[in-house]
């Protein structure tokens, strides 16, 4: 993804933050959305990424960041840890994202996630006319070295929403020149969107309140005598 397409991931991002909250960025490199939300949002942020050079880059500069491992290491946060826990166009390069994603919602009241959608109209077009896993200027891998693993459509990842009964809050979408819609289930949105930004929450479900009768006492004829 190319430096301009991040910085307007991220600026959308900052959009759902609210002000002075915690927050955990997973996969946050060296930093930079955290020192964003420090500034922008007064936020009381920190990070986990697992480049080693990353991380001493943060920590140069006096940002939060720990080594580790998002696939491994989230269980060491304990249940609503922060209000808040992003994953930034990474969501696709894990061996398990939907394991990660619950851990995030575990661990946080709200999960930001944004990420690429493989079911945009260029792509299935250069699929379906080369016959080859297209490159495109988002996307600039060939298939035996990108760290994309997973190739997932905006489609895909409602329905995991639906069936892991994640509540989407909030849905932006961007074109691939960088024009911002909402996201809807129609087919136009999924190809359309070339990035897909989420605010995430789970899904509560109230208990239900069974009606009980109010005893009366018995008035036996024996008992008005």
Known sequence: MNNKSIRKDWELI???I???????????GAGELINKLEINKNSDARGIEVNGNLVRSALSLGISVVQGDAEKDLYQYSNESFDYVILSQTLQAMY????VLLEMLRIGNKVVVSFPNFGHWKIRTKFLISGRMPITKD???NWY???????FTLKDFQKMCDEENIFIEK???????????EINHSLYANLYTNEA???????TVEPI????????PSTSRAATI
Not at 96 to 99: H, T, W
Not at 145 to 150: E, F, R, S, V, Y
Request: glycine share 6%; hydrophobic share 30%; net charge positive.
């Open 145 to 151: 070295d990108t760290p994309n693993i997973h190739f």
């Open 96 to 99: 398990n994202p939907r394991k």
């Open 139 to 141: 996307l600039p891998y």
């Open 18 to 28: 609210e002000d002075n909250k915690k927050v955990l960025d997973i996969g946050c």
């Open 171 to 181: 849905s932006i979408g961007l074109t691939e020149y960088g024009k911002q819609f």
């Open 209 to 216: 309140k069974l009606k009980t009768k109010k005893l009366v």
């Open 197 to 203: 930004i989420f605010l995430l929450t789970r899904k």
């Open 14 to 16: 900052q959009t759902l």
